[in-house]
Nanobody, 125 residues
Framework: QVQLVESGGGLVQAGGSLRLSCAAS????????MGWFRQAPGKERELVAI????????SYGDSVKGRFTISRDNAKNTVYLQMNSLKPEDTAVYYC??????????????????WGQGTQVTVSS
């Protein structure tokens, strides 16, 4: 079955950086769009960034544009999220997700069928 394992979360001061990784297994990674989502306490889960199966197309949530970068290494079955200029409002549990169907999706959350366990990111002011 599909397994997604996130790593790289932690505590960082405002203005700092973190890099999240998500290792995927269980099916052919290179044909599926991947995404990062986050959920803060008391809030709904929201899109952070998505990347197409080839890596050629990316999309970001408005609140992270210009600060976060999503990338993938299909040879390593891994997707990354580089987070720079972190703000306290970025504090959340970050989830890696894999789209259920192969090919190019529209980027909506409901398309993502497989989810990791989440990794906590805490940004102190």
């Amino acid at each position: 079955q599909v397994q997604l394992v996130e790593s790289g979360g932690g505590l960082v001061q405002a203005g700092g950086s973190l890099r999240l990784s998500c290792a995927a297994s269980g099916r052919t990674f290179s044909v599926y769009d991947m995404g990062w989502f986050r959920q803060a306490p008391g809030k709904e889960r929201e899109l952070v960034a998505i990347i197409s199966w080839s890596g050629g197309r990316t999309s970001y949530g408005d609140s992270v544009k210009g600060r976060f970068t999503i990338s993938r290494d299909n040879a390593k079955n891994t997707v990354y999220l580089q987070m720079n200029s972190l703000k306290p409002e970025d504090t959340a549990v970050y989830y890696c997700a894999e789209r259920g169907l192969a090919g190019t999706g529209s980027g909506i959350q409901s398309e993502y069928a497989y989810w990791g366990q989440g990794t906590q990111v805490t940004v102190s002011s």
